[in-house]
């Protein structure tokens, strides 16, 4: 799985607006389409937190399995 995700682009972009209802619902919509998927973190959204805990985050909020975490991007995978 990992693998596969190397060769993977982002399709999911979180910005300075967070991580609201919006991104969160786009992320579902991407994991139905596709998997495992990619989200890209901009410095704006990580700012002074910790990049692993807003990983595991995202993971929660989008009922979504963490698969790997490589700086700033994140790969998801449906939960099975």
């Keep these: 799985m990992r693998s596969h995700a190397k060769f993977l682009q982002p399709v999911v972009q ?17 994991l139905k389409i596709r998997t495992p998927i990619k989200v890209k973190m901009l410095r704006a959204f990580v700012g002074k ?4 805990e807003l990983a595991r985050e995202i ?18 995978n449906r939960k099975k």
Excluded: H, P
């Excluded at 937190?49 to 692993?52: E, I, N, V």
């Excluded at 929660?60 to 790969?75: F, M, N, P, Q, S």
């Design 14 to 30: 979180l910005g300075k607006n967070g991580l609201g209802a919006t991104q969160i619902q786009e992320i579902k919509k991407q």
């Design 59 to 76: 993971a929660l909020k989008t009922d979504a399995e963490l698969i790997d975490r490589v700086g700033l991007i994140v790969v998801l």
């Design 49 to 52: 937190r910790d990049a692993k």
